[in-house]
């Protein structure tokens, strides 16, 4: 049984490492189509290389669900970035997401260039502006307060608001995502809205009052505007690549899909009854299908990786007291339950597995009084193997 058991295994690591490879697809720059206008390969990852021109710096795919444009967030993205010494007119872009057969998807390829430091400093310029003004609007100057018209908390989702749609054609290098103004920001808000003006006698004592509460006033705007550009000047200083092109492919098909069943094999135990101080559980290779939940690729990775498996222990299980249980129809411990995909082609399991003494294992009658249900976990192996119907 042993043997039995090594030799599954390792056909389904040596069937997931022939899976495992490349499979290189050619995009027609001008034409916008893959190949000679071929579909997409399935269930297979993708080496997509096609022509660049030299000032490009950086190339973003976004694989998307073909259910319209707005709204939706891609399937899949991936980029390539031209290295320091690159003067090649080609990219390879890696696509790690299979594909679903006999399908059909959106995909998005999008060009960038680099951005000079003067065209950045005229970006960071712009996007103060845009803040400045915003704030202006919703700062109000009493006679001797100032105050808010929204809370600090909605004054500092706009602004963050403000620099994610200003940045939204934008790309660096590093993919380092802006993290909003931080909370000394927020603070600075709460002080304005709490200032008395008339504090500024105090402070500018040589200034008519009137003038003094001007002058506050401007000093707390002033640090307000100081703080804002110098956070945002901090992460304007990564290296920026600006949108100059893209080529969207609506409703691009994919080949036509193989008929394929997941098959699964590994090791588990069942709980089988007692307590901390007597637990008995029962251990055994198990062998079984899996069926996905996801028919085809979705947002969710929990989804995508969770799949519904049934199938049999191979070995019955010891008892208490020694005895043997096994489970009805294939005499053996049978299994329903879930798996979910940790590593690759390994999955953790999880579920109820069905018992009855082996005496009576395999006979159909009264197995509903017979039969009874307690939880197991395991971890396997899965490989999907081709079936071909075909006379």
């Known amino acids: 049984m042993k043997k039995i058991i090594t030799l599954v295994i390792g056909f389904l690591f040596i069937s997931n490492a022939l899976f495992a490879q490349y499979k290189g697809v050619n995009f027609d720059y001008e034409k916008v189509v893959f190949g000679e206008n071929q579909p997409l390969p399935a269930e297979a990852h993708i080496m997509l290389q096609g022509v660049v021109k030299p000032e490009i710096g950086l190339i973003e795919l976004d694989i998307l669900d073909p259910k319209g444009k707005e709204n939706r967030l891609p399937l899949y993205t991936n980029k390539w970035k031209r290295s320091k010494d690159n003067l090649k007119n080609t990219f390879l872009l890696p696509i790690n997401f299979k594909l679903k057969g006999s399908s059909e998807y959106d995909v998005n390829i999008k060009y960038y260039t680099a951005v000079s430091t003067a065209e950045k400093d005229t970006l ?7 803040m400045f003004t915003y704030l202006e609007q919703v700062i109000i100057v009493n006679r ?8 600090e908390r909605q004054i500092m989702r706009s602004l963050n608001g403000i620099v994610y749609k200003g940045l939204s054609m934008f790309r660096n290098r590093t993919e380092t995502d802006f993290e909003g103004f931080s909370d000394l920001i927020k603070f600075k808000l709460k002080q304005i809205s709490n200032a ?6 105090v402070l500018f004592q040589k200034e008519e009052k009137g003038d003094a509460k001007v002058a506050y006033r401007e000093k707390l705007l002033s640090e307000l505007r100081s703080m804002i550009r110098s956070e945002l000047k901090q992460y304007m200083n990564l290296e920026w690549f600006k949108m100059i092109d893209n080529k969207y492919i609506d409703n691009y098909s994919t080949e036509e899909g ?9 090791f588990g135990g069942a709980y089988l ?6 637990l008995t559980i029962g251990a055994s290779p198990f062998i079984g299908f899996a069926f996905p939940l996801s028919k085809r690729a979705s947002q969710s990775k929990v989804l995508n990786n969770l799949s519904i498996t049934f199938g049999v222990f191979l070995l019955d299980f010891q008892g208490a007291n020694n005895s043997v249980v096994s489970g009805p129809i294939f005499k053996r411990p049978t299994y329903v339950g879930l798996s979910y995909k940790i590593f690759r082609f390994v999955h953790f399991n999880a579920g109820a597995t069905f018992l009855e003494d082996s005496a009576t294992a395999g006979q159909l009658s009264g197995i509903g009084k017979r039969v009874y249900i307690r939880p197991f976990i395991g971890v396997s192996a899965q490989v999907d193997l081709w079936v071909d119907f075909s006379k």
């Open 144 to 151: 001797n307060t100032l105050s808010l018209q929204q809370n």
């Open 196 to 201: 008395s003006l008339s504090k500024g006698k």
């Open 273 to 278: 009854s007692g307590n901390t101080s007597n």
């Open 124 to 130: 960071t310029n712009i996007l103060n502006t845009y």
């Open 258 to 266: 193989r008929r394929t069943i997941a098959i699964q094999a590994g």
